[in-house]
């Protein structure tokens, strides 16, 4: 399972970088496996958010787009997603997911909450 940290609680406008780690043996071979974010806000589905690929290909919801980043770091097993000029439609549970083949990984997910 992948594990996610740095959700928390933010004013609007503000910012947050979350990660995205394989922890021990599981994506053996990280650089393989495209990486996605997900969030769930209560009540509604799950959306894709953003992806980066083993190339760094970039995508990103329309939503979120030109306030959000993401980056990977493959030597760390790690990914991040900089969410920047936050609004509390970002309000959401974000979990990463990675996949390659036929293999699929989901973390637990981290709570982001924007409010004043």
């Known amino acids: 399972r992948l594990v996610e940290s740095g959700g928390g609680l933010v004013q609007p406008g503000g910012s947050l970088r979350l990660s995205c780690k394989a922890p021990?043996?599981?994506?053996?071979?990280?650089?393989?496996?495209?990486i996605e974010w997900h969030r769930q806000a209560p009540g509604k589905q799950r959306e894709l958010a953003a992806s980066?690929?083993?190339?760094?290909?970039?995508n990103f919801a329309d939503a979120v787009k030109g306030r959000f980043t993401i980056s990977r770091d493959n030597s760390r097993k790690t990914v991040y997603l900089q969410m920047n000029s936050l609004n509390p439609e970002d309000s959401a549970v974000y979990y990463c997911?990675?996949?390659?083949?036929?293999?699929?990984?989901w973390g637990q997910g981290t709570q982001v909450t924007v409010s004043s």
């Open positions: 021990g043996t599981i994506l053996s071979v990280f650089n393989q496996y495209i």
């Open positions: 997911r990675a996949t390659s083949g036929s293999a699929e990984y």
């Open positions: 980066i690929t083993y190339r760094g290909e970039r």
